[in-house]
C-alpha cells in the first residue's frame, strides 16, 4: 500500500508510520521540520529518540495548517506513486484548561491544527481517492472526541469535532469506494504534552503525569490501529481504557456522569 502520514517525526505519527514499512507499504512520512533530525523528538516505539534512522520511509515537510503544502504533498503522491490508499491525518497539539483559563488565542491555535489540519488533508486527496475509486481516510481523534472530562474544553471540542467529521467522511465517501476510519485512544506515552498550550498549570501538570504513567506505548497504539484498519473498523478505540471509558458512557450514564464530576470536584478542591 501507498501511505501519508502526518506528524510522522515523533510520538504516534512516527510508530504509525514504522509500522506499515515494516509490514511492507511505501510510506510518505510528513511533519513541520525540513528535516525529521530537527523536530520535537519523544520515545520511539524501540526506545530510542532519532526520527530519521527509526522510521525508514520518504519523508516531506508539511505543515497541517498550510493549503499550499498539502497541495504539494498531493502532487509529489501523484508523480512518484500515481496515487494513495491510505492517508493519515495524525498531526496534532495539546490544548485546553478550565472555560475562564483557555484563551481565545489558544482556542483558535488549536482548531486550527487538530480540527482544521484534518479537513485540509481530507480536502486535498479526496477528488484523487474519488478518483481512482478506493483509499482510506485515518483520522487520529482521541478518546477525548468521546468522553468529555472537565477542563478540556478546547480539545475535546476539536477531538469531538474530528469523530463527527471522519463519520460524515465516512458516508460521504462509501459510494466511491472510499472509507473513513476515526482513532480513539486514552491516554498512552507520547511526547504530545511537550506542545501544550495554556494557562492552566493545574491542568497541565495533570495531563502530563497521566500520559507520563501510562502503560500503554505509541506502538502498541500504532499495533492495534493497523489490525482495526485491517478488520475495516471505522471507529478503532485501540486500547482497554478506552473501551472500558465510552462503554461506561454509553450503559451507564449516571455512572459516567458521577465520575467526571468527581473529578471536577477534586479540581475545585485543589483551588483552595
Keep these: 500500500m501507498r501511505v501519508l502520514v502526518t506528524g510522522a517525526a515523533s510520538g504516534l505519527g512516527l510508530a504509525l508510520a514504522r509500522r506499515f514499512t515494516e509490514r511492507g507499504d511505501r510510506v510518505l512520512a510528513t511533519d513541520l521540520a525540513a528535516d525529521p533530525r530537527d523536530a520535537a523528538t519523544g520515545t520511539s516505539a524501540d526506545g530510542g529518540t532519532d526520527a530519521h534512522t527509526a522510521a525508514p520511509a520518504a519523508y516531506r515537510r508539511l505543515d497541517v495548517r498550510s493549503e499550499t503544502d498539502w497541495d504539494s504533498a498531493r502532487a509529489w503522491v501523484e508523480a512518484e506513486w500515481g496515487g494513495l490508499d491510505v492517508l493519515v491525518n495524525n498531526a496534532g497539539v495539546a490544548g485546553g484548561g478550565r472555560i475562564e483559563l483557555c484563551s481565545m488565542d489558544d482556542w483558535s491555535w488549536i482548531v486550527d491544527i487538530n480540527l482544521f489540519g484534518v479537513v485540509r488533508g481530507t480536502r486535498a486527496f479526496t477528488p484523487l481517492l474519488k478518483e481512482q475509486g478506493s483509499g482510506r481516510i485515518v483520522n487520529v481523534a482521541s478518546l477525548a472526541g468521546l468522553v468529555h472530562p472537565p477542563g478540556m474544553g478546547s480539545y475535546n471540542a476539536v477531538k469531538a469535532a474530528v469523530v463527527a467529521f471522519s463519520e460524515t467522511v465516512a458516508h460521504e465517501l462509501a459510494p466511491y469506494g472510499v472509507g473513513c476510519s476515526v482513532v480513539c485512544p486514552s491516554y498512552f506515552r507520547t511526547n504530545l ?80
Excluded: F
Aim: charged letters at 30%; zero cysteines; proline letters at 4%.
Design 193 to 272: 504534552m511537550a506542545s501544550l498550550r495554556g494557562g492552566d498549570t493545574d491542568l497541565a501538570a495533570h495531563m502530563t503525569q497521566l500520559v507520563d504513567k501510562s502503560p500503554i506505548s505509541a506502538d502498541d497504539i500504532a499495533a492495534a490501529v493497523l489490525d482495526g484498519l485491517d478488520r475495516g473498523e471505522e471507529l478503532i478505540l485501540p486500547d482497554e481504557p478506552a473501551r472500558a471509558a465510552y462503554a461506561l458512557k454509553l450503559g451507564d450514564r449516571a455512572a459516567y456522569d458521577a465520575q467526571l464530576r468527581a473529578t471536577a470536584a477534586r479540581v475545585k478542591e485543589r483551588e483552595a
